[in-house]
């Protein structure tokens, strides 16, 4: 083989790599190492997508109740296992119809193209209400829930669905522990 041809082909080898590089660390950053969920911005350009192609979408926001305390009474690693176990619920309750996201902290989002195709509000409320069992100790873990149906937005925007679905989470934190609104 020519040595010229080699030659050239070696820059063209370097971007390659450093594409492929480029590419693994975007798709890490778009991804909570904890619960393997997207992050915010990684779900936010999906979200929006979805939210103006379906018009049947629901948003939705979780937010742990209580989750200080387990990191106090039972450590950091008690708190992770929580997450992980939340983060596997709510995925496995949107399917292949939605997707989840941990925005940070105990706060999760989801957006469901087609609720028809889920097990229903109720159901999630009850998954994300079970136990979570860490190193034989059995944590309570409950959640709050607010949704938004694309239908009741003036303009289907994320933010406008994120804020119904914030306002709705907080209503539902000030009628007690295990609620959705």
Known sequence: MDTHVIAAGLPAL????????????????????????????????????????????????????????VNDS??????????????????????????????????????VTDLGRTPGLPALRASLDRPVTHQGIVLPVSASVGHCHRANLLVPALTDALSAADTAMYA??????????
């Not at 000030?174 to 609104?181: A, I, V």
């Open 14 to 69: 370097g971007w390659a790599i450093h594409g492929g590089t480029l590419l693994r660390r975007l798709a890490t950053a778009r991804r909570d190492p904890l619960t393997g969920l997207h992050t915010r911005a990684g779900w936010t350009t999906r979200a929006e997508h979805l939210l103006a192609k379906h018009p049947g979408a629901l948003v939705l926001l979780v937010d742990l109740d209580d989750f200080k305390a």
């Open 74 to 111: 039972h450590g950091h690693a008690a708190g992770d296992a929580v997450l992980a176990s939340t983060a596997l619920r709510l995925a496995t309750w949107c399917g292949s119809h939605g997707f989840a996201a941990r925005l940070g902290g105990d706060e999760f989002a989801a957006i």
């Open 172 to 181: 539902a934190k000030g009628h007690g522990r295990r609620n959705t609104r």
